[in-house]
């Protein structure tokens, strides 16, 4: 109890509600007792979650649109990202689980990981409020924000870039390899995307296709980048 709340930089008053928070469902199906699993708080810590999230990359990102922001947050906040987190924190390890659900690698499943720390966010919310819960999720997230840059992108530069300036007007941008340097083995491509006769950015990589990705990627994070009104 004492590491855990160590780790999560958080003392419980009430310490049911992290040994709830930790309570698998296995554990009661394991041992017949009427005991309270982690369900409840993963409903309400999903929300908490939600909502801390999103205020914390509305402060980060200023520069960010609606559409960029829901894309930052749905990546933070799913299963994968958040079984991430629990990962680093070790959460596995303090989770209270069934025999058979541990000896079926319940301790590493992802979802098992995601669904604890959102009951832990519910349980931290509960224990402590609002400003509790902010100051865990900047505790455990603030890095993965920050990896973001200073503007976030998706996986996909060169979609987010032709949804932004599409937005704007029906014309795409343009892609151009404009040099190219290495043996055959070993070659390096540049590229350069242009939209309205601007240069919006440069980019290198080994193929063409990852050039002309690089150059979106730059654009999309260059300060200088800022499409013209409608």
Known sequence: MELIQSVLGHTFQDRSLLKEALTHASLGYETQKNQADNQRLEFLGDAVLQLVLSEMVF?????????????????????????????RINLGGFILMGKAEENNGGRERESTLADTLEALAGAIFLDGGMEAARKVAHHLFHQQILDFGSTPTDQNPKGQLQEILQSISPQSPTYQIIDESGPDHAKSFHAIVTWGGRELGRGTGKSKKEAEVDAARVALLSSEFSPPAK
């Open 59 to 87: 402060h980060q990102f200023k520069r960010a649109d609606e559409g960029l922001l829901t894309k930052v947050r749905a990546q933070l906040v799913s299963t994968k990202a958040l079984s991430v987190v629990a990962r």
